[in-house]
């Protein structure tokens, strides 16, 4: 004989059932979306630590690859101490190197304030200039520049045969912090300072001449327990004679 179905048997689930499922459906869903929203978390900010590590290491770089530049077709007038390619003044590292040769056209005369050229193409106003033959030399300011040649900065204090003599375009580039910004500023020649790395908690080098290693450091402000460093070996000052 065939059993007759009861009402509780095809009323499918109840109130109660309903909602512990439900409960139990909501608790998986907020529990995924508080997963969700603490990974993605996560996420950005390893990304964030990631590229202001990348932002340090570059800046760094930048900087290294202006230290091997210093000294560059210099040796002569550091060998005969007419300047320093590299030093530390106060809170800036100043780096030099040479830009060019200029050509002369003629004889300098001791006295002489300005060399006429037969181009001042590439040549700004404010780059410094050292004059040196085999015996003596001296380094001076350009004040100003137009088609016919250069001024300096002071008179020439000896003359110079134009065969004998070279005539030196530097390329200044200067480093410094910015306190009052927290901006790592590059500097060339005379132009303005550019922002290199902003968000700079400090900025320090150490620059030893027995060794000719320059120590550089960075900390960032948003990350005051990293210290960067890196140590530079520039090899065109180790070409130059110690004194």
């Known amino acids: 004989m065939e059993k007759k179905a009861t009402k509780n048997s095809i009323a499918g689930f109840s109130l109660i059932e309903s ?3 439900l409960s139990l459906f909501l608790f998986i869903l907020v529990s995924s979306f508080e997963f969700f929203i603490s990974t993605r978390n ?3 900010d390893l990304k964030d ?6 932002a340090a290491y570059a800046t760094l770089d930048k900087i290294r690859l202006d230290l091997c530049e210093s ?8 060998s005969n101490g007419l300047l320093e390619a590299l030093k530390v003044n106060g809170d800036t590292l100043i780096i030099q190197s040479k830009d060019k040769d200029i050509p002369l056209g003629s004889d300098l005369v001791a006295g002489q304030t300005f060399i006429p050229l037969s181009s001042t193409a590439g040549i700004k106003k404010n780059q410094k200039l050292c004059i040196i033959d085999l015996e003596k030399g001296e380094v001076s300011t350009i004040t100003a520049v137009n088609k016919q040649g250069i001024a300096l900065s002071t008179s020439l204090n ?3 045969a134009m065969e004998d003599t070279t005539v030196i375009l530097l390329r200044t580039v200067s480093f410094y912090l910015d306190t009052d910004r927290g ?3 590059r500097k060339v020649n005379a132009s303005p300072a550019q922002p290199l790395l902003e968000e700079v908690y400090a900025f320090d080098f150490i620059y030893e001449t027995t060794s000719n290693i320059v120590s550089l450091s960075l900390i960032l402000t948003a990350k005051k327990e990293k210290e960067y460093e890196i140590a530079v070996f520039p090899k065109n000052m180790a070409l130059v004679p110690t004194q």
Do not use: M
Not at 49 to 54: A, I, L, Y
Not at 71 to 78: E, K, N, S, T, Y
């Open 158 to 160: 000896s003359s110079y």
């Open 49 to 54: 630590d990631q590229e202001v590590n990348q």
């Open 42 to 44: 996560h996420f950005f």
């Open 19 to 21: 909602l512990l499922s």
């Open 183 to 185: 901006i790592l500023r």
């Open 71 to 78: 000294g560059r077709g210099l040796i002569a007038p550091q």
